[in-house]
Each structure stands twice: as C-alpha cells, then as structure tokens.
C-alpha cells in the first residue's frame, strides 16, 4: 500500500507506477465512487483506447455487419435497462 497526501484543494497525485499500470495519461478521466469507508478510482475508456478492437468484424459483407451491430444495440439497450433497474 502506499500513502500519498491530500493537498489543500482536496487533490491527490497518483503514483507513477499505478498509473502506468492502469494506462491514466494526463487528462485522462477517472471514476470516483464511495465504498463504506473507502474511495475507489477507475480509468474512464474511451472509444480511443478500443481502437481497431473492431477492426476483424469490419471485413466481410454488409449483411453480417448490420447483424453484429443489431446485436449490440440490444445488448447496451439491455445493460443500461439493467443499470436503470428496469
């Protein structure tokens, strides 16, 4: 475990090393949330960091294409329904 300091601003630095681990750049976004007595931070992605992840379903025929993202629609339709607790 390490210690860093809270400034007067309420702001932390975050070691180097944890944040290289993590892939957090300068300006990159982070997730704050409150566990009982504890604050957990995660790396926020962006659709940059995913870049050419997709880039294997891009080949092939249009009607495959339009298949996969009508799959993925209904699977974030799904989760954001289950996040909203509907």
Do not use: C, H
């Amino acid at each position: 475990m390490i210690t860093v300091y809270v400034s007067d601003k309420g702001q932390v630095t975050l070691p180097a090393q944890m944040r290289k681990k993590l892939g957090i750049r300068p300006k990159a976004k982070v997730e704050v949330e409150l566990r009982e007595n504890e604050i957990v931070l995660k790396p926020v992605r962006s659709i940059k960091d995913i870049k050419g992840a997709l880039r294997g379903f891009v080949i092939g025929d249009a009607e495959n294409w339009e298949r996969i993202r009508a799959e993925t629609e209904e699977t974030i339709a799904r989760e954001v329904v289950s996040e909203d607790g509907g």
